[in-house]
């Protein structure tokens, strides 16, 4: 029995059928290859960033606790005379109002470095309207004091640069504050600079260079590390303190 031969017509459109389907099929994969290959590079980890984020992580100094936030252990209570109750509360360390200044000292001030290093707490303005919050820290060879909320309530700076205290120098800012609300307090001090933060808004950012750093002399019983608040129930947590490195201190110098 004779097989019928395909038409020639039949045999044409079936390799023009066959070229076109070969032709789509290369067209798919050089194009699928750099897409693919372009979500791989973006979904695979920056090995730099990470590499760089952990060397960070490693070069930065430990914290060190001040406050256990069960007792008083570390810390008196100066007689600045009517001062208020001091005590511990909820883990917190609690000023009670005084008719004037009510504070605590560190008393393990051995290792207490007098330069580049940082402090953090946290600090509430449980009642009255003056500072909840006067944190007297070294500066070389000099103390001074980080005010917060003082003169009415609302002023913060440093008390005292020059010889002017925090309501009249170059430091002097007006915050706004809500009884019963925990502020975030940084404050970080270095050869060059003194610079601090209010829920990581910074207000302060003093150079050190030929100026003179001081203290009032209410607050020389806070030497050289102490917190107080005036005429005000203030609740203070969190508090810590940290040697800075080499480069964190490089960042603040002049440039």
């Known amino acids: 029995m004779n097989k019928t031969a395909p038409l020639p017509c039949s045999q044409s459109r079936y390799r023009s059928h066959k070229i076109c389907l070969l032709f789509v099929l290369a067209l798919f994969v050089t194009q699928a290859v750099p897409v ?13 960033s990470a590499k760089a984020d952990s060397s960070k992580k490693k070069s930065a100094t430990p914290w060190v606790s001040l406050f256990n936030g069960k007792n008083l252990e570390g810390w008196k209570v100066p007689e600045f005379g009517g001062e208020g109750e001091v ?3 909820d883990g917190n360390l609690m000023l009670e109002m005084g008719v004037d200044l009510t504070g605590v000292t560190l008393t393990k001030v051995k290792n207490l470095p007098k330069s580049n290093y940082e402090v953090e707490l946290e600090a509430m303005r449980v009642d009255g309207t003056d500072f909840f919050c006067g944190l007297t820290f070294p500066v070389k060879k000099a103390p001074c004091s980080f005010i917060l909320g003082g003169w ?28 019963k609300q925990w502020y975030k307090i940084r404050l970080q001090v270095t050869d060059h600079k ?8 910074q207000i302060v950012d003093q150079n050190l260079k030929d100026r003179k750093i001081s203290i009032r002399h209410e607050v020389e019983l806070s030497r050289p590390f102490g917190i107080t608040s005036f005429a005000t129930t203030a609740a203070l947590k969190n508090i810590r303190l940290r040697k800075l490195t080499q480069q964190e201190v490089a960042k603040t110098a002049p440039k």
């Not at 372009?38 to 090995?47: M, R, T, W």
């Not at 003194?194 to 808004?201: G, P």
């Open 87 to 89: 005590h511990v509360k």
């Open 194 to 201: 003194i610079q601090a933060w209010l829920d990581d808004k």
């Open 152 to 179: 009415g309530g609302s002023l913060c700076g440093i008390s005292s640069i020059d010889g002017d205290d925090a309501s009249q120098n170059s430091t002097t800012t007006f915050q706004t504050f809500k009884k």
């Open 36 to 48: 693919s290959a372009e979500k791989k590079k973006e979904q695979a980890p920056d090995k730099k």
